[in-house]
Nanobody, 115 residues
């Protein structure tokens, strides 16, 4: 059974940094593209970044140059390093496959950036 568990969110001032983690169980980690998504209250859940099984990355324009995705194959953890945070980065962040599968959504982790 596949499970994705996000952690690492919190409250940070604008310009600060956070690193999110997504612990993955099951066999999806090494064979699927993984990604991060985010959702603001009342908004749509939007794609943020993709990391393919081959190591290629693709970032949404809003985060390009500030966020970095990586993974540790040994521990099956996907990371999202977030630098130069802005108030508009405030959201609940989720990891999932790319393309997303609804049955794999976890509880997410809240990131709040104060101005």
């Amino acid at each position: 059974q596949v499970q994705l568990v996000e952690s690492g969110g919190g409250l940070v001032q604008a310009g600060g940094s956070l690193r999110l983690s997504c612990a993955a169980s099951g066999s999806i980690f090494s064979i699927n593209a993984m990604g991060w998504y985010r959702q603001v209250p009342g908004g749509q859940r939007e794609w943020v970044v993709t990391l393919t099984s081959g190591g290629s990355t693709n970032y949404a324009d809003a985060v390009k140059g500030r966020f970095t995705i990586s993974k540790d194959n040994a521990t099956k953890v996907v990371y999202l390093q977030k630098n130069s945070l802005k108030p508009e980065d405030t959201a609940v962040y989720y990891c999932n496959l790319v393309p997303r599968l609804n049955r794999y959504w976890g509880q997410g982790t809240q990131v709040t950036v104060s101005s």
